[in-house]
């Protein structure tokens, strides 16, 4: 079982490659020190499924390579993205303080609001939850929010007065 102290990092980096790669349908496992992912094929015919795994040492290298792409770009942040949303399931992740062992998107609901399925593990056990993408986009909204105004310190002291 695989244990990150912060899986939302780790999750925006997978998804921030399978942005690049045109991918939206996947199913993410969490192994023992790395991430398995299949995915079908973005490209027609779509007829493959394709398979490829992120070990520790290339999420750190994916990290790096986010953040200076995030340093240059002045485009907006779009919190329905594939990589945004995986952010989310890590902070969410992260919260329960759990293991992450699956996540998979390929699901739909019945109502018009589409769930990603994610497993993961506690102390008290496996557990399975269905996340709506409408909680999932608030979810990422919200870290944004938390995460600017840690970033600007000045300005929660000025909120204060």
Same mark, same amino acid.
């Given at each position: 079982?695989?244990? *990150?102290?912060?899986?939302?990092?780790?999750?925006?980096?997978?998804?921030?490659?399978?942005? +690049?790669?045109?991918?939206?349908?996947?199913?993410?496992?969490? =192994?023992?020190?790395?991430?398995?992912?299949?995915?079908? $094929?973005?490209?027609?015919?779509?007829?493959?499924?394709?398979?490829?795994?992120?070990?520790?040492?290339?999420?750190?290298?994916?990290?790096?390579?986010?953040? !200076?792409?995030?340093?240059?770009? +002045?485009?907006?942040? =779009?919190? $329905?993205?594939?990589?945004?949303?995986? &952010?989310?399931?890590?902070?969410?992740? +992260? +919260?329960?303080? !759990?293991?992450? &062992?699956?996540? /998979? /998107?390929?699901?739909?609901?019945?109502?018009?609001?589409?769930?990603?399925?994610?497993?993961?593990?506690? &102390?008290?056990?496996?557990?399975?939850?269905? *996340?709506?993408?409408?909680?999932? &986009?608030? !979810?990422?909204? /919200?870290?944004?929010? =938390?995460?600017?105004? *840690?970033?600007?310190?000045?300005?929660?002291?000025?909120?204060?007065?």
């Amino acid at each position: 079982m695989l244990y *990150l102290p912060d899986y939302a990092r780790a999750l925006r980096c997978i998804g921030q490659a399978l942005q +690049n790669q045109k991918v939206e349908v996947f199913e993410l496992e969490s =192994r023992a020190q790395e991430f398995r992912l299949q995915y079908g $094929d973005p490209n027609p015919p779509y007829t493959a499924l394709k398979e490829i795994s992120f070990s520790l040492e290339e999420l750190e290298i994916l990290d790096r390579e986010g953040q !200076a792409r995030r340093g240059q770009s +002045n485009a907006g942040i =779009r919190f $329905d993205s594939v990589a945004e949303m995986l &952010r989310a399931v890590g902070g969410y992740i +992260n +919260n329960k303080r !759990a293991h992450l &062992r699956r996540v /998979n /998107n390929g699901y739909t609901s019945m109502s018009d609001d589409p769930v990603v399925e994610i497993e993961y593990e506690t &102390r008290t056990g496996v557990q399975l939850e269905n *996340l709506t993408v409408s909680f999932l &986009r608030e !979810a990422s909204v /919200n870290m944004y929010k =938390r995460r600017t105004r *840690l970033s600007d310190p000045v300005s929660i002291f000025a909120r204060q007065s």
